[in-house]
Structure formats: C-alpha cells, structure tokens
C-alpha cells in the first residue's frame, strides 16, 4: 500500500529545498538576498547527506557553510562601503569643479 | 535506490541552472553576484559525488569550496578599492 505519505522523506524534501534555493540564489537581485538563499541551499545540501547516512560528512558541511556566509557577508558590507566612498568623493569633486 | 536517482538528477539539474545563471543571470555584471550564483553548481557537484559514495572528495570539495570563496571575495575587493577596469 503505498500512499502520498511515502513521498515525504529527507531525500524528497531535500530535494525540494535545493531547488527553491537555486531559482532563489538566481532570481533575486540583492546580495544580501542572495546569501539568505544561499542558506537554504546549504540546509537542502546537509539534508541529502545525512539521507545518504554520511554524518561526518554532514558534521563538516555544517561546520564550514556558515564560514563560507560570514565571509560573504563581510565581502559585501565592505564592497559597499567602498562604493558608497567612491560616490561621495566623485561628488565632492564635482561640487569643487561647479 | 530511487534516492541515488533523486540526489544524482538533482545534482545535474543544480550544475546546469547555476551554470547557465552564473553566465546569464539578472546583474553579473558585478563580481559579487557572479561569485555567489557559483555556489550553486559546488552544490550540485557535491551532489554527484555523494551519488558515487566518494565521502572524502566530498569533503574536501566542500572546505575547499569554502576557502576558494574567501580568496577570491578578497581579490574582488582588493581590486574595487584600487579601482580598477574588471
């Protein structure tokens, strides 16, 4: 007897989450928005390997992935920073010029 | 054994879309955002291996991964700060 509920297993709805992810990651604009995308696709990928039964495998991916969104992170609040001070001293230069 | 078929199709459509979003996707004229649609086909890959019971390429695919996207986040904004024509 096999009903609907069979089709819910971590394989399944890992599945699921990495696809969200992805049409996530791609789609939306922002980085920021992106890195929280970028989240739930590291949780899709940790769900298929402990469906696979592969817990020190899994034990490491939880331990880099947030390394690897904290340092994302850091890149773009310091890619904005940059860019915002750039904006400021084009416009102090212009406001000189006038 | 329809989880093999389910982590190994999943892994080969995550390589393909990020793939293609990594080259065409909405704004990679920035560097960041290219940077971060890569994620996703590491993703997939990851999936592969683990459909070939490959535990310790797996691992070091993932911290690999990792330190790949330190590097080269510090590159980009190394190179925003001198300002330079990418």
Known sequence: MSSILD???????SAVVLVIGTLGVIALPKPIDKVIMLSILQ??????IVAAKYLDVAMAAAIFDPIATVIFLI???????IRKKKEKEKAGEEGILA | MLDIYTWFYTGVALVIIGSIGTVIGPG????????LNTE???????????TYNSTIALLTYIAATTIISMILLRAIVRLEELGAEL
């Open chain 1, 75 to 81: 890149g773009i609040i310091k890619i904005d920073e």
């Open chain 1, 43 to 48: 949780g899709g990928l940790i769900g298929t």
């Open chain 1, 7 to 13: 089709l819910i297993t971590i394989t399944n709805v």
């Open chain 2, 28 to 35: 990679v004229n920035d560097p960041i955002i290219r940077t």
């Open chain 2, 40 to 50: 996703i086909p590491a993703i997939g890959l990851s999936l592969i291996l683990l």
